[in-house]
């Protein structure tokens, strides 16, 4: 793998960061207080247009390699862009490249057809509409997504859904305009895996009814949020299915696995700024007769820190390099190793500058909390540690079997 990042990616980093220098660092005040204005859950003012001097700019799309609207950036390209944009949690947004709508978009590229590539991903790509995924569900355990429930069941040229779902992100957004929702048509089939389907639903169809915000160690992440979502009798036309009956966990693949790296590179982002964060903040302050920052444990953790990001930052090019060059089947071990090692380093880094910070990284003048939160989250999102550890070591033994 080469280590220096094309020429390509090295102009689009130096532009992309400009931009995040003159437009969104200066502004995390603002975007704070037009999130607490009136309702919460409105689109920012600050966001919006934002992503129109983004898109102007050439910032837009990033993430996508293949469409005639994304960049062409392959993975290992657009790494060091995610991981600029993950400095600051609401900033993917601005260039249209924000969760879930990256992996929605990815899905309707490679599994849509003509017609719904038509109605939902032109929009998407324009960043006029966004999107949400319905997959984990509060009745079963969901790591296993052969658990899952709910069902989509063929009546005439319909499909009928049912089901409850939840941490729906985005959905309570007045942006989000379609759910990716999977369930089972076929829940007798031999092969658990070949009993799911995925369906593209409108978000107003009758039957689809939000029961309440999910707020994640007290942050409801407005206006983007997350929700548990009931489907009562959800009538769509046949022609929503996706790729074809029994496909469901094809596409789940396919859509998760950039999604995971995606998640990774920003979080790098995230504890980079909170390492950054800790040095400022132990060598501006004096405990016992010296500046934090020469005390040992304060030495050691930023040591420690600075290793981990970068043993982190190493695996994930090495995961996006791999999937660039043999796919994303191909590359499982690196993916889950990643979603493993990403986010849980990143909530170590996180941790120690809280612990810098003293009282203060508890509260929210420093977005330390608010960090861990988004950090923690991701150690359940895609996947949970101990579904990808169980991965990573069947592959490891299957060498010696």
């Not at 991981?83 to 709508?101: H, K, Q, Y």
């Not at 499909?159 to 089972?184: E, H, T």
Request: hydrophobic share 40%.
């Amino acid at each position: 793998m080469a280590f220096e990042h094309s020429a390509r990616t090295q102009e689009l980093a130096a532009r992309l960061e400009a931009f995040m220098q003159a437009n969104v660092h200066p502004n995390e005040k603002r975007h704070a207080r037009e999130v607490a204005e009136g309702d919460r859950w409105q689109p920012i003012r600050l966001i919006e247009a934002l992503k129109a001097q983004a898109r102007a700019d050439g910032l837009w799309n990033l993430f996508l390699p293949q469409s005639k609207s994304g960049a062409g950036l392959t993975n290992l390209e657009y790494a060091p862009l995610c991981e600029i944009m993950g400095r600051v949690p609401w900033s993917a947004e601005v260039f249209n490249c924000s969760a879930p709508d990256t992996g929605n978009m990815e899905t309707l590229e490679r599994y849509g057809s003509p017609e719904q590539k038509r109605q939902w991903l032109e929009p998407l790509l324009a960043g006029t509409i966004r999107s949400c995924f319905a997959m984990t569900e509060p009745a079963v355990a969901s790591s296993d997504a052969t658990n899952i429930e709910s069902t989509i069941v063929k009546d005439g040229g319909d499909y009928v859904v049912n089901g409850r779902k939840w941490w729906l992100s985005g959905a309570n957004d007045p942006r989000c305009k379609l759910l990716i929702f999977m369930g089972q048509t076929d829940p007798q089939n031999a092969d658990r895996h070949r009993r799911q389907s995925m369906i593209l639903i409108p978000r107003d169809t009758p039957g689809v009814r939000v029961l309440r915000h999910l707020p994640v160690f007290g942050y409801d992440d407005a206006p983007h949020g997350h929700a548990e979502v009931v489907f009562e009798d959800v009538r769509v036309p046949a022609s929503n299915l996706l790729l074809g009956e029994g496909r469901g966990f094809e596409i789940a693949q396919g859509r998760l696995g950039p999604g995971r790296i995606h998640h990774c590179m920003r979080t790098i982002g995230l504890a980079e700024r909170s390492l950054e964060a800790m040095c400022r903040r132990t060598l501006s302050r004096v405990a016992f007769g010296k500046p934090i920052a020469e005390q040992t444990v304060t030495l050691e953790r930023i040591a420690e820190s600075r290793i981990a990001i970068d043993q982190a930052r190493l695996l994930v090019l090495n995961a996006a390099h791999r999937m660039d060059t043999v796919g994303n089947k191909a590359a499982a071990r690196e993916i889950a190793m990643i979603k493993v090692a990403a986010p849980t380093m990143a909530c170590k880094v996180i941790d120690w500058a809280i612990q810098a910070h003293g009282g203060g990284g508890l509260s929210d003048d420093f977005a330390l909390a608010y960090a861990y939160a988004h950090a923690r989250t991701l150690r359940f999102a895609d996947g949970p540690d101990e579904v990808h550890r169980n991965q990573i070591g069947r592959m490891e033994l299957s060498k010696y079997r």
